[in-house]
C-alpha cells in the first residue's frame, strides 16, 4: 500500500505561482513512477504531469496545457513529488491529484492516489 498526502494548494491570482507537494509512504519512493492529474468542477480528471526515476535518471512529461508553464519533479530522499506552477491562468482552477504506480496520462493505470488539494487561480 502507498499513501499519498498532497499540499500546498490555494487562492492566487491569474499570473501567479504556486508549489504542490505529494508526500509518498508504503513503499520505496525512488521506484514508484508518480503523476499529478486535475478536475475542474463539471469536467472529467484530466492529466498533468508525470515523473519516473530509472538509472539515475528523472524522466518527465507533461500535458499540453501544461508545458512550459509548469515543472514536475521530485526528491527521493524526502520521498516527495512536487508541482511547481508559474504563470498560473482561471483556466487552471481545479483539485489537483497526487497519484502513484505509472507514468502514463492514463488516470486508470495508477494504483493509489491523493485525497486532493484545491487550486483556485483569479482573474
Known amino acids: 500500500q502507498v499513501q499519498l498526502v498532497e499540499s500546498g494548494g490555494g487562492l492566487v491570482q491569474a499570473g501567479g505561482s504556486l508549489r504542490l507537494s505529494c508526500a509518498a509512504s508504503?513503499?520505496?519512493?525512488?521506484?514508484?513512477?508518480m503523476g499529478w492529474f486535475r478536475q475542474a468542477p463539471g469536467k472529467e480528471r484530466e492529466f498533468v504531469a508525470a515523473?519516473?526515476?530509472?538509472?539515475?535518471?528523472?524522466?518527465?512529461y507533461y500535458a499540453d496545457s501544461v508545458k512550459g508553464r509548469f515543472t514536475i519533479s521530485r526528491d527521493n530522499a524526502k520521498n516527495t513529488v512536487y508541482l511547481q506552477m508559474n504563470s498560473l491562468k482561471p483556466e487552471d482552477t481545479a483539485v489537483y491529484y497526487c497519484?502513484?504506480?505509472?507514468?502514463?496520462?492514463?488516470?486508470?493505470?495508477?494504483?493509489?492516489w491523493g485525497q486532493g488539494t484545491q487550486v483556485t487561480v483569479s482573474s
Open positions: 497519484a502513484a504506480g505509472a507514468y502514463s496520462s492514463w488516470s486508470q493505470m495508477y494504483d493509489y
Open positions: 508504503g513503499r520505496t519512493f525512488s521506484n514508484l513512477p
Open positions: 515523473t519516473r526515476w530509472s538509472g539515475g535518471s528523472t524522466y518527465t
